[in-house]
């Protein structure tokens, strides 16, 4: 993301909140709400934003839709797609109750004023990874010198990648930085339009590799820890105004979800069952490949799925802070919370 589009998207964030705020000078009346709502015959209305179209990120939410759980726990809930608002904006304005987002995103939004939480971890580690063609001789960050790296042109981005390359003993002034958007990866690499680019190994690691059959190599972030930090991309975001409101609903939404999770976790063709009947325009190679690779990354070993650990927030906070990425202070404990997930400690 680069510093404008951040810029943008904390502007549209605090512009949302205040707009939201002003808006809402009387309280709505809960009593009248519980009336409608039983006249209906529906429960709660929820609404859970998604950060992209429907994908393996997102499999607990459509199998707890699938098998009625949000119904059992009296909500009504609506997954939509991202339109051009964004999840942490469509948060902030009250038009979403949930959203999908990451931690690179929800941190300069809390620094720069936005009220928002994250509730749960999606994947208990970052999956990403650099992808290069094999035949351009990368086999550790070192080798990324005198090599192009396509992408959005955002400061995580380059910082990750120069801090990458000079851990390893190579100089990052020798990797050329190359801004191309939202290009298809396979296209960008087989036209060389750049030589290495940052990918999700759930998702574009199956497509590039086992759909489109292409001999690449891989740098998973995972791998080097000990130079990036982790963090949790994608998590569940609210607003900390739906947490002080409605605690409870809070509680209901991550106990049904997290079910949909668990059922993610232990039964993958299960889980890709129901994102593929959700979104049938899938390929179904796609998202049952990745649901098995998925499987095991929901959670961390022996830990119940989207508790998020203290240290992955410290780390990465001072990581965006060190970078020069972070223009403030942000207090990271109140940037996210275990207490709303089932079995959390």
Same mark, same amino acid.
């Given at each position: ?5 951040? &810029? ?20 709505? @009346? ?8 039983? #006249? ?38 609506? &997954? ?15 038009? #979403? ?26 994947? #208990? ?16 960050? +070192? ?17 990750? &990648? ?5 851990? @390893? ?21 087989? +036209? ?22 292409? @001999? ?116 990271? +404990? ?12």
């Amino acid at each position: 993301m680069t510093r404008l589009a951040r &810029i943008l998207i904390v502007c549209a964030v605090l512009l949302a909140a205040c707009a939201n705020a002003s808006s809402n000078t009387q309280a709505p @009346d809960p009593t009248s709400a519980a009336s409608d709502q039983a #006249a209906s015959g529906k429960g709660r209305p929820l609404t859970v934003m998604l950060d992209w179209t429907p994908n393996t990120n997102h499999s607990g939410l459509y199998v707890a839709e699938a098998n009625g759980w949000y119904d059992d726990a009296g909500l009504d809930v609506s &997954i939509i797609q991202p339109g051009e608002q964004g999840g942490l904006p469509a948060l902030a304005s009250g038009d #979403a109750d949930f959203a999908v987002s990451v931690q690179e995103a929800l941190t300069p939004a809390r620094v720069q004023g936005a009220p928002l939480v994250s509730v749960a971890a999606i994947i #208990a580690s970052n999956t990403s990874s650099l992808v290069a063609l094999a035949d351009e001789g990368i086999a550790r960050p +070192r080798d990324l010198e005198g090599h192009r790296y396509g992408g959005y042109g955002g400061e995580l981005e380059t910082e990750l &990648i120069r801090t990458l390359v000079e851990c @390893d003993g190579g100089g990052p002034d020798a990797v050329d930085f190359v801004e191309v958007g939202n290009v298809d990866f396979r296209v960008g690499l087989e +036209r060389d339009f750049f030589d290495f680019v940052w990918i999700f190994d759930g998702w574009d690691g199956i497509r590039l590799r086992d759909i489109a059959g292409l @001999d690449v190599a891989t740098l998973p972030f995972a791998d080097y820890f000990d130079c990036i930090p982790d963090w949790y991309t994608p998590l569940f975001a609210t607003s900390q105004a739906m947490i002080d409101d409605d605690p409870e609903m809070v509680r209901a939404f991550l106990a049904a979800t997290a079910r949909g999770y668990r059922v993610a976790i232990e039964d993958p063709d299960a889980a890709a069952d129901a994102l593929l009947e959700a979104a049938p325009e899938l390929d179904e190679q796609l998202v049952r490949g990745s649901a098995d690779y998925l499987a095991d990354r929901y959670a961390a070993e022996g830990q119940p799925w989207g508790i998020q650990r203290r240290e992955i927030w410290d780390d990465f906070t001072a990581f965006l802070a060190e970078a020069g990425i972070l223009e403030g202070e942000v207090d990271v +404990r109140g940037a996210y919370t275990n207490e709303f997930l089932p079995q959390a400690p």
